[in-house]
Each structure stands twice: as C-alpha cells, then as structure tokens.
C-alpha cells in the first residue's frame, strides 16, 4: 500500500492547537496596530496502515504527516522521519470505534468494560460500516460519553506523545450523530440504546476535554492535537 493519500492541512483545530501552532503569539502583537501573519496552506500526507517506508519521490514537499502508529508506534515514527525527513509527525487516533482483531489488548481485556461498547435494543453490540468490515475485520461503535473510555483514549494518547510524535490526529469526532434510523442497515447495524444525539454531542465534547486535559498534565501541552469533525 503506498502512502499517497493526502489531505488538506485544514483538518486543524484552533480549539487544541497551542497558539504557536496556529501563526499566533501568545502575547498578542506588540503594537495594537500590527498583525501577525498567518501560515500559508500547505498538504498533509495521510498514511493509514502499516508502510515499510514512507518516502514519497514523487510527491511533497508535505506541511505534515500523519500515521497509523499501530503496536510499535516508536518503530513507526522512525520509518515516518527517515521518509519524510524534517516534517512533523502526528499519530492517528480512532476515537469513534474499534476493530477489536487488532486491538492490542486481549478479549479479556474489552469482554471486562462492556459498557465502553454501544449496544443495540437487543444487547449486542452495534458494529459500524458494516458493508466493508465484517467478521474478524468488524468494527465496533464505542461510547465517547463513557469517563472509562474517555480515560482509556487519554491515556492512549499520552503514550502516543510519550514516543515522541509531534501530535495527534483524533478520527471520527462526530458533533452530531451518524446512529440514525436511515443508516441501520447499510452503514450501522443498530441504534444505541446508551446515547441520543444530544447525548452524543455532550459526550463527544467531554472526550475531547478529557483528552486535553490529561495530555495537558502529564507535560505535552505544547504538542499539536487535531480532530477531523463528521456531521451526519
């Protein structure tokens, strides 16, 4: 798979970028007359997957990189650096679900925090894009609104910045809800009986705060977090 999917650097958010991040000085400009300029627009490259290397000859110069550090994020942000020397690295980070056949915890491990899991009327957990992930590759909806996961998410995070990526890339980040009627069946394979819209919308806002805050605490304030919004 070559690491030729790009996308905008627009996906930032001035929410969780530090101001230094965003062309801004934290001080404000010097004289009340004078404006700070602001970056030009420059081009991500998104590399999803696992890549043995992710030199790019024939595209680039990039403003960012962004990867899946998978379960040797160290080796991973090596092969980033070595390809894409000079350019900040930021690590991918599904917020909105899981594929538990490669999760690095055990079954043990999620069988034991059910309620982490969105479930359906019928108790079984709800599984999303279901027209491309089934079986062992099934994807299941999580609970943004659930402080365990919301914890297990920061903590997550804080290891990812721990290994030395320049940030983090926060996926599926829906600030209105895509468990909608319409979609039961060709995209989610059941409602929540946990979360309504306005609950999921709280719940979202309070995983991004949590996020924020632990990464705040254990040092790595000035590292970049971005998320990309989805709206059903």
Partial sequence: MSPTRACLACLAIALL???SACGADP?????????????TGGITLMALGTHDSYATPDAGPFALVIISPEQKPGAALARARDGQPGVPV???????DIML??????????????????????A??????????????????MNVAQPGYQAYLADRAVELLGAGYDGLQLDNVETSTSYLPRYVGSYVSGLPVELDEAGWYAGEVAMLRAVRTTVKAAGYGD???LFNHIRA
């Fill in 27 to 39: 001080d404000g400009p010097a004289d009340p007359g004078e404006t700070t300029p602001l970056p």
């Fill in 17 to 19: 970028l530090p101001l």
């Fill in 90 to 96: 930021l690590a991918y980070l599904n917020t909105m």
């Fill in 223 to 225: 590292r970049v977090i």
């Fill in 101 to 122: 056949s490669r999760a690095a915890a055990p079954d043990s491990f999620w069988d034991a925090r059910e309620d982490w899991f969105l479930h359906d009327e019928s």
């Fill in 124 to 141: 079984a957990r709800v599984r999303v894009r279901i027209g491309s992930y089934q079986g062992e590759r099934s994807r299941y909806g």
